[in-house]
Every structure is written in C-alpha cells, then in structure tokens.
C-alpha cells in the first residue's frame, strides 16, 4: 500500500523540484497533499507560475500520525526564510519537521531541505546532500557533496538537479 506524503513548499517554490515530486507521486498513486509555508494557498514558482497549495502549514501541525512521509520542496527558501523566520507560517513549519521527524516519518527534500531539517534539529549524525551554497552552515548533520543522499529515513538531494538521482529509490520506498 503506497504512502501518504505532506508536501511543503515556500512561496515562492522552485518549480522544477516540486512537479518532479508530485508528478512521480501522482504517476506511482502515491497519495499526497501540497501544504503552502504561508498564510494563504495562493502560491508562485520562482518562474512565477501561480497555484494554489491544498491547505497552509498551520493546518498540518499536529497531523503527522496521518503521513508517513514529509517532503521539502525548495524554491527561495533561504532568503524568504531568513526574512520572515519569527513568522506564524515559519514557525509552523520548523514545528512540523520536528513533529515529523520526532515519529520516524521519512524526511525527503532538495536543496536547502537538509538546512531546514538542520535548523528544526533533526539532523544529528545524518549524512545530508544540499546546495553547495549552504553546505558550510551544517553542524549536527554531515554535509557531503554527493548529489543525493539516503541516511535512515532521510532522503536528501543536492539540488533540483540532480533530484531525478534520488527520485527512484524515494518511490521505491514509498511504494511499499
């Protein structure tokens, strides 16, 4: 029986990772709904396509027990992160990776998503792959420079590059 996944994307959201996510899973009826870190579902790819996320972060808190996985999808996230970090919808999200990981859930992402998982405290010991760009701020995890990387439950990819690299073993995974 696949599993059910709780997508996160800031806003705005790299577009080319996140359909790479939610077309594998929609292509292998992996069940999954897209969670906006935002006050609204209205949302942007970095390319400036407008979507809209099935619900907001806030509303995922709490909830981990309904999924099996949580995915990080990236887009600007380190700058918008660092600009609105003390946020509601910031907030929310580090509390819902912690939340997540503290049950044993499959914590997958790109690019910056070992930083996020990082900073929510969920890293200790794991071997994480992340864009070069922020592999120097990885202290509790291990940064490598592979362009993925599975430890445990962590699935991690360098970037929306080489997430097709990855995308076959999390299928896998997610398929059982």
């Given at each position: 029986m696949a599993k059910r996944v709780a997508v996160l994307a800031v806003n705005p959201v790299n577009g080319l990772g996140l359909?790479?996510?939610?077309e594998s899973f929609y292509e292998n009826q992996i069940i999954y709904r897209v969670y906006a870190v935002a006050e609204t579902t209205d949302m942007r790819t970095n390319s400036g396509i407008r979507f809209y996320a099935d619900d907001v972060?806030?509303?995922l808190k709490g909830h981990a027990h309904e999924y099996d996985a949580l995915v990080f999808s990236c887009g600007d996230a380190i700058p918008v992160f660092g600009e609105h970090a003390s946020e509601a919808p910031y907030v929310a999200m580090m509390q819902v990776i912690k939340e997540f990981a503290e049950k044993g859930k499959l914590?997958?992402?790109h690019c910056a998503a070992a930083?996020?998982?990082e900073i929510a405290g969920v890293t200790e010991?794991?071997?994480?792959?992340?864009?070069p760009m922020v592999k120097s701020a990885i202290s509790k995890g291990i940064a490598t420079d592979a362009e993925?990387?599975?430890d445990g439950n962590f699935f991690t990819a360098q970037c929306e590059h080489t997430l097709p690299s990855m995308m076959p073993q999390l299928i896998e995974v997610l398929k059982k």
């Open positions: 359909f790479q996510y939610l972060i806030e509303n914590m997958a992402g930083l996020m998982f010991g794991k071997r994480l792959a992340l864009h993925y990387e599975i």
